[in-house]
């Protein structure tokens, strides 16, 4: 049969080639996965790219058997969960048996509930057995109730087992949860849960059970619930047991009644409210009448309020006005009032009258103020004016005026008559957006107010309401306040609003304020509004104030609304300041009137004893100076000590003075600090001219620390391209070559062209570690044509767990490395270092690297680390094909085939059927043999380097001259194998071999041997 028939029958569904002569024939690609070419003439065939095997299915029977073999029951069943849901029908025999050997039912309990969903009905029966056998009865139950919800088939064994709980309520839960899908089992659970002795949890079981009970059982779970004592665990069930079947509600409203705590009968009502229907409402509404007191807020109405059809509300009203405690009648009234029709408003308004309590009565009544037609307003406004407190009825009356102005005469008159005045004056404002005559009377009451305290604020909450006809007064009220503070205040809030005409009162009133801060920041609030005829005032009542601060805040706000005139009098006041720094800060706000005066702030400034102080400020003057004055502001800054607060000066002066950069520059060369001067180069580096960049350069050179070195060199590179090859003298002088290959990376924005060399500086840096770190940060910046010279930079590392890092790193860009980076964490040391690799690499595992993953995984000696790396490598698993779900569906048969000189590098045929085949001088390194049948075969002169043979059947094998160096042999079964002129094979190998049952021999290999 040629290749072409073998493929089109193959296509075709074919799957048995028993003795099939395919001899050096090509079957990359092919799918042989369960086909059976057992006898088969294979010899010579390319078989390296042949699927051989569904390796999904045989990773997840690997990573099983890897977890089974952890003794560690956490480890084990942490792993066994994360595998659970990828695991094929054919697997989950061995996983339930894995997790039935769990001893630890916590443990155990887990295991079950994660592979429950996944069981199918012939194993459900083996699951629910490990369940009973749980003696905790917790675990046992949660187990249970998983089980439960997977298949009809095994309910009788569950129920069976939910039967044999002692705990009351794990029995009853266990039930329940059964019931959803056995509903026969409801009454037997609604008995348990009547059994259950702690009246909490047999009230959560009822209440658990409500949702589920058929109506037949309503009037027994009712019963069973009423029995319950505690009246808020009573009320609770019965809101459950009510939503179910609104044919019980009269009897649950009557075991609601019984509830002799009232807050937690309103409560019970509450929730019924919010799950009947409008048409049983009415009755909810009878038993909230019944709540005659108790604590605020317990009366249901508000929530029946929201739902209560016009016909009910009627009969709500009443139900409110017979609540005894008046601050929950208030309340129910006050909800009830946004839904009532306009012909019960007057009986709400009469209701609301009754109530006893001022404050309740008033609240009550602001609330039906917005709903009330005309007719009722006077009513209304009778009632207010019948509050007691003046407070309630100020701010009742001020509801009542916001809704028609026909009341607003009465309502003036009431609010006329209140006594106290603050009470009266706010009473008034508020009727000032109705009616704006009452402002001069609102006026006249808050100048009457005391304390003085409430008069300020009173008339500051006025002032942006006055008409300009009342400002002259309200001025005079203010100006009269004492103490002078609190007039303060008041000033400031009329200010906006005062006329020109007033502006002098304003200010001789403020010139009275004692306490200067309180004046300096009424006379700022004041400057804006100021005529000229009154600035020369206002210069006189600053000159007066002593606290030079304040002075110089109150100087600066003036400055730029005085006329020439006056600025020598400003000018004189900002002199008498003694605080230079407040002095030259008045000098430069006075300049942008005044620039004559900006050498005197230049003198000013370079008085100033604090070093510090002295640099900000003319930093602060700089971009103010005229051309004459800068080289006398560059003396004063060459004078400043320490050379660090000079440079900032220095570069602020340079916007205007460019020819000062390189002074710059000088200064920042003789900072000793070199961080402080790394810090200086870097504001000055944007700042700089072409013709300086190169010997900011060599101030950058000079910096010793390699660190503040680089951070000003990239600083500078980034400014022009033109610095850029200087820029690259300097880094290549780093001597820190981690350093230097960070300044590298960094310019390699501006300079492509240096990435090759940062790549070469880091192939030198010594130390492994630094080195991959190197590697590491630069791969991401790398282009396609490096990306070969760094593969071969992180080769030269020799310590595997820094290289197979950086290989990991270098992934990104070039996923083919991939095999590599997992060949160099399969062999790092210490094992934990190894497992951390893995972990990292899992993700990024392509599913054809998978085995390859699991067999290192496999070789973890530590069982912690084995089952975290198998937990991050589960995540990857999948079953592509769940059609093939058995060895002999996900293997190729080839029992007894003849595949010499066959190329089968790095096949995976684990669990495969070779026995007797004839694999002389066979090319099969790195290939999975792991669980492979190889018993008679013939593996003479066969190259197995590398190879996965663990748990292998050599049983009878001949592998005489193979090569088998790094081949992993653990595990298998070489009971009279034949080895002999083997590489790889060391003495104490050889030792173990023979005493395992291996036979070695001397003579020569020969090509017939088998």
Not at 595 to 624: C, F, G, H
Request: hydrophobic content about 45%.
């Amino acid at each position: 049969m040629d290749v072409e028939e073998f493929l089109s029958r193959l296509d075709a569904g074919e799957n048995n080639f028993s003795g099939v002569d395919l001899s050096g024939a090509i079957l990359s690609e092919v799918d042989l996965s369960g086909i059976n070419l057992s006898g088969a003439n294979l010899s010579g065939a390319d078989l390296k790219s042949t699927i051989l095997s569904n390796t999904d299915w045989i990773n997840l029977k690997e990573a099983l058997a890897t977890i089974r073999e952890i003794q560690d029951e956490s480890n084990r069943a942490h792993a066994l969960i994360a595998l659970a849901d990828k695991l094929p029908p054919d697997l989950l025999s061995e996983a339930l048996t894995s997790a039935r050997e769990i001893q630890d039912e916590y443990l155990c309990a887990d295991a079950l509930i994660a592979l429950a969903r996944k069981l199918p009905p012939d194993l459900l029966s083996e699951a629910l057995a490990t369940a009973r056998e749980i003696q905790d009865e917790y675990f046992r139950t949660s187990t249970l109730i998983e089980l439960a919800e997977k298949l009809p088939s095994v309910l009788s064994e569950a129920l069976a087992a939910a039967r044999e709980i002692q705990d009351e309520y794990f029995r009853a839960s266990t039930l329940i949860a059964l019931a959803e899908k056995l509903p026969s089992v409801l009454s037997e659970a609604l008995a348990a849960a009547r059994e259950i002795q702690d009246e909490y949890f047999r009230a959560d079981a009822l209440r658990e059970l409500a949702q589920k009970l058929p109506p037949d059982l309503l009037s027994e779970a009712l019963a069973a619930v009423r029995e319950i004592q505690p009246e808020y665990l009573r009320a609770d069930a019965l809101i459950a047991l009510v939503e179910k079947l609104p044919s019980v509600l009269s009897e649950a409203l009557a075991a609601i009644r019984e509830i002799q705590d009232e807050y937690l009968h309103a409560d019970a009502l509450r929730e019924l409210v919010q799950k009947l229907p409008p048409d049983l409402l009415g009755e909810v509404l009878a038993a909230a009448t019944e709540i005659r007191g108790g604590y605020p807020h317990t009366n249901p109405l508000r929530e029946l309020a929201e739902k209560l059809p016009p016909d009910l509300l009627s009969e709500a009203l009443a139900a409110a006005r017979e609540i005894q405690d008046e601050s929950n009648r208030a309340h129910a009234l006050r909800e009830l009032a946004e839904k009532l029709p306009p012909d019960l408003l007057s009986e709400a308004l009469t209701a609301t009258r009754e109530i006893q309590s001022e404050y309740h009565r008033a609240s009550t009544l602001r609330a039906l103020a917005q709903k009330l037609p005309p007719d009722l307003l006077s009513e209304a406004l009778a009632a207010a004016r019948e509050i007691q407190d003046e407070s309630n009825r100020a701010s009742t009356l001020r509801e009542l005026a916001e809704k028609l102005p026909s009341v607003l005469p009465e309502a003036l008159a009431a609010v006329r008559k209140i006594r106290h005045k603050s009470n009266r004056a706010y009473g008034l404002i508020a009727l000032a957006e109705k009616l704006p005559s009452v402002l001069p009377e609102a006026l006249a009451a808050a100048t009457e107010i005391e304390p003085e305290y409430h008069r300020a604020s009173t008339l500051r909450e006025l002032a942006e309401k006055l008409p300009p006809d009342l400002l002259s007064e309200a001025l005079t009220a203010i100006s009269e306040i004492q103490p002078k503070s609190n007039r303060a205040h008041a000033l400031i809030a009329l200010a906006e609003k005062l006329p020109p005409d007033l502006l002098s009162e304003a200010l001789a009133a403020i010139r009275e304020i004692q306490d200067e801060s309180n004046r300096a920041h009424a006379l700022i609030a004041l400057a804006e509004k100021l005529p000229p005829d009154l600035l020369s005032e206002a210069l006189a009542a600053i000159r007066e104030i002593q606290d030079e601060s304040n002075r110089a805040h109150a100087l600066i706000a003036l400055a730029q609304k005085l006329p020439p005139d006056l600025l020598s009098e400003a000018l004189a006041a900002t002199r008498e300041i003694q605080s230079k720094s407040n002095r030259v800060h008045a000098l430069i706000a006075l300049a942008q009137k005044l620039p004559s005066v900006l050498p005197e702030a230049l003198a000013a400034a370079t008085e100033i004893q604090d070093e510090s102080n002295r640099a900000s400020t003319l930093r602060e003057l700089a971009e103010k100076l005229p051309p004459d004055l800068l080289s006398e502001a560059l003396a004063a800054i060459r004078e400043i000590q320490p050379k660090s607060n000079r440079v900032h000066a220095l570069i602020a002066l340079a916007q205007k003075l460019p020819s000062v950069l390189p002074e710059a520059l000088a200064a920042i060369r003789e900072i000793h600090h070199e961080y402080h001067r790394d810090n200086a180069l870097r504001e000055l580096a944007e700042k700089l001219p072409p013709d300086l960049l190169s010997e900011a350069l060599a101030v950058i050179r000079e910096i010793h620390y390699e660190s503040n070195r680089t951070n000003a060199l990239i600083a500078l590179a980034k400014k022009l391209p033109s610095v850029l090859p200087e820029a690259l003298a300097a880094v290549r002088k780093i001597r820190d070559k981690s350093n230097r290959i960070y300044a590298l990376r960094e310019l390699a924005d501006k300079l492509p062209s240096v990435l090759p060399e940062a790549l070469a500086t880091a192939r030198e840096i010594h130390d492994e570690s630094y080195r991959a770190d190197a590697l590491k940060e630069l791969a991401e910046k790398l282009p396609p044509d490096l990306l070969s010279e760094a593969l071969t930079a992180i080769r030269e590392i020799h310590d595997e767990s820094y290289r197979a890092d950086a290989l990991i790193a270098l992934a990104e860009k070039l996923p083919s490395v991939l095999p590599e980076a997992l060949a160099a964490a399969t062999v790092i040391r210490p094992e934990s270092y190894r497992a951390d690799a893995l972990r990292d690499l899992a993700q990024k595992l392509p599913p054809d690297l998978l085995s390859e993953a699991l067999a290192a995984i496999r070789e973890i000696q530590s069982e912690s680390n084995r089952a975290h790396a198998l937990i991050a490598l589960a995540e990857k698993m999948s079953l592509h094909n769940p059609s093939l779900s058995n060895v002999s569906a996900n293997c190729v048969n080839l029992n007894h085939s003849t595949l010499t000189e066959a190329k089968l590098n790095q096949s995976d045929l684990r669990y495969g059927n070779l026995k007797g085949a004839n694999l002389n001088k066979a090319n099969l390194s790195r290939a999975f043999l792991n669980h492979a049948d190889l018993s008679n075969t013939m593996l003479a002169q066969s190259n197995l380097s590398g190879t996965n043979l663990r748990n292998a059947n050599l049983r009878n094998a001949n592998l005489i001259g193979s090569n088998l160096q790094d081949a992993n042999l653990s595990g298998a079964n070489v009971e009279k194998a034949r080895f002999g002129n083997n590489q790889g094979i060391s003495k104490q190998i050889k030792e173990d071999l023979i005493q395992r049952g291996a036979i070695f021999v001397g003579e020569p290999p020969t090509e017939d041997w088998g």
